[in-house]
């Protein structure tokens, strides 16, 4: 009974979801977060502790957590995973002596138990600036199939100009579940 009863609320109420976002400084977390919640594109300065906005598609609503990237703040991420959801993972693709950092950074967050249950969201971003390394190539760096217990995607975008991102949002709303 609580258990149908929980389903049912679920069906009449808006679902909430904890986002986090990840990735080095100047990858384009916040101009990402931004671009989500009025497509358009601000000015950011670097971001010192953390953005929280929210962003409601198709009656879901994400709480996005736009955690600071600087080496200095890194060690602090764990304390935003509790609960989360989802993880987006924000690459510069064009930004190829960093790459290893990310995947280092990326992999030994997957290990730990506070996103046991999250899903990945990698953006390669920056896609406009001609030389970039292209998603797969990103993929085959940050060596994606070799993630197993969390359900990931790669999506290749532009946060300047918003292409891609609602790719990744709609992946997001899919597999909520
Ligand atoms: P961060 O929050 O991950 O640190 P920001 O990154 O969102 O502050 O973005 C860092 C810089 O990258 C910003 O430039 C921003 O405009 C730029 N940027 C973000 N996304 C893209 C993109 O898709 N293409 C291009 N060409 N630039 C992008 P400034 O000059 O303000 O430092
Ligand atoms: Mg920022």
Redesign the pocket.
């Known amino acids: 009974m609580g258990f149908l009863l929980s389903k049912l609320v679920k069906l009449f109420s808006n679902e909430e979801h904890k986002v986090i976002i990840v990735?080095?400084?100047?990858?384009?977390?916040?101009?990402?977060l931004y671009q989500f919640l009025m497509n358009e594109?601000v000015?950011?300065?670097?971001?010192i502790g953390s953005n929280v906005e929210e962003i409601v598609c198709k009656k879901t609503k994400f709480v996005m957590w736009?955690i600071?990237?600087q080496e200095s703040l890194r060690s602090s991420w764990s304390t935003y995973y509790a609960n989360s959801d989802f993880v987006i993972l924000?690459v510069?693709s064009t930004d190829r002596e960093r790459l290893h950092i990310s995947k280092k950074e990326l992999h030994e967050m997957l290990q730990n138990e506070d996103l046991k249950k999250a899903k990945l969201l990698v953006y390669a971003?920056?896609?406009?600036?001609k030389g970039c390394m292209t998603a797969a190539e990103i993929s085959q760096q940050l060596k994606l199939t070799s993630v197993k217990d969390h359900t990931w995607q790669i999506q290749a975008?532009?946060?300047?100009?918003g292409s891609g991102l609602s790719n990744g949002l709609e992946w997001m709303l899919e597999s909520k579940r």
Not at 43 to 47: D, E, G, N
Not at 125 to 129: A, G, H, L
């Open positions: 990735g080095l400084d100047n990858a384009g977390k916040t101009t990402i594109v000015q950011t300065s670097p971001t736009d600071g990237g924000v510069d971003n920056k896609q406009d600036i975008c532009c946060a300047l100009t």
